[in-house]
T-cell receptor
Framework: DAGITQSPRHKVTETGTPVTLRCHQTENHRYMYWYRQDPGHGLRLIHYSYGVKDTDKGEVSDGYSVSRSKTEDFLLTLESATSSQTSVYFC?????????FGQGTRLTVV | RKEVEQDPGPFNVPEGATVAFNCTYSNSASQSFFWYRQDCRKEPKLLMSVYSSGNEDGRFTAQLNRASQYISLLIRDSKLSDSATYLCVVIVNNAGNMLTFGGGTRLMVKP
C-alpha cells in the first residue's frame, strides 16, 4: 500500500469551530489532493497541490483552506465548520497517473 | 454539464451475469483514463487503467472511444465480491495532472 495516512480518522466538532485535517505521505509524490464524498455527489475536489506552497482550488473550495509547507504534508482547514461540511474527506497523492488514497476522515459537524 | 458523467445505478445483476458501465467525459484534451473501485466506507483503489487499444484483466475489460468521448468497463461472470461502486477517472494532462472523478456507478451482484 502507498504510504499515505490521514488524521484524524474520525472527528466530531461543533459548528463555528476551526478544524484541521492532516494528510501525510512518505512517497515524495508531487501532487496531493483533498476530496469530499457525499451521497449523491461522488468525489468532489476541494483543493489540490502541485508542490510545496503551490496550491489551487477545486470545485468546492468555499469554506476551506489548505497549506503545504513540506512535500509530505497537506493540511485542510475548515475555517469555521458548518453542518454542510459534515462529510467523508479523502486525501490522495499521485505522481502523474495512478492516484493513491488515504483511508478517509469522517467529519461530523454538530 | 459535469466533466465526467456516470450512471449512478444501482445495477442489480445475478451472479454469473455480464455487466457493462459507461463513462462519458467532456474535455477532448483528456489523456489518461482509469477505473477505480470503491467498497462501502473505504477509500477508492485503482482497478485498471484504460488504454487506447482496450485492455483486459481477467474478467474485466476496459475500452476507450475517443471519437465519442467515453470509456467502458465490462465485467464478465460477475461475483458477489464484485459488488462495489466503480469510479471513472480522467486526467487532462494540461491541467496540472488534476484527477477528475465521475460520480460512480454502484453495482450489486445478487446470489
Amino acid at each position: 500500500d502507498a504510504g499515505i495516512t490521514q488524521s484524524p480518522r474520525h472527528k466530531v466538532t461543533e459548528t463555528g469551530t476551526p478544524v484541521t485535517l492532516r494528510c501525510h505521505q512518505t512517497e515524495n509524490h508531487r501532487y496531493m489532493y483533498w476530496y469530499r464524498q457525499d451521497p449523491g455527489h461522488g468525489l468532489r475536489l476541494i483543493h489540490y497541490s502541485y508542490g510545496v506552497k503551490d496550491t489551487d482550488k477545486g470545485e468546492v473550495s468555499d469554506g476551506y483552506s489548505v497549506s503545504r509547507s513540506k512535500t509530505e504534508d497537506f493540511l485542510l482547514t475548515l475555517e469555521s465548520a458548518t453542518s454542510s461540511q459534515t462529510s467523508v474527506y479523502f486525501c490522495a497523492i499521485s505522481a502523474g497517473a495512478e492516484a493513491f488514497f488515504g483511508q478517509g476522515t469522517r467529519l461530523t459537524v454538530v | 454539464r459535469k466533466e465526467v458523467e456516470q450512471d449512478p445505478g444501482p445495477f442489480n445483476v445475478p451472479e454469473g451475469a455480464t455487466v457493462a458501465f459507461n463513462c462519458t467525459y467532456s474535455n477532448s484534451a483528456s489523456q489518461s483514463f482509469f477505473w477505480y473501485r470503491q467498497d462501502c466506507r473505504k477509500e477508492p483503489k485503482l482497478l485498471m487503467s484504460v488504454y487506447s487499444s482496450g485492455n483486459e484483466d481477467g474478467r474485466f475489460t476496459a475500452q476507450l472511444n475517443r471519437a465519442s468521448q467515453y470509456i467502458s468497463l465490462l465485467i464478465r461472470d460477475s461475483k458477489l465480491s464484485d459488488s462495489a461502486t466503480y469510479l471513472c477517472v480522467v486526467i487532462v494532462n494540461n491541467a496540472g495532472n488534476m484527477l477528475t472523478f465521475g460520480g460512480g456507478t454502484r453495482l450489486m451482484v445478487k446470489p
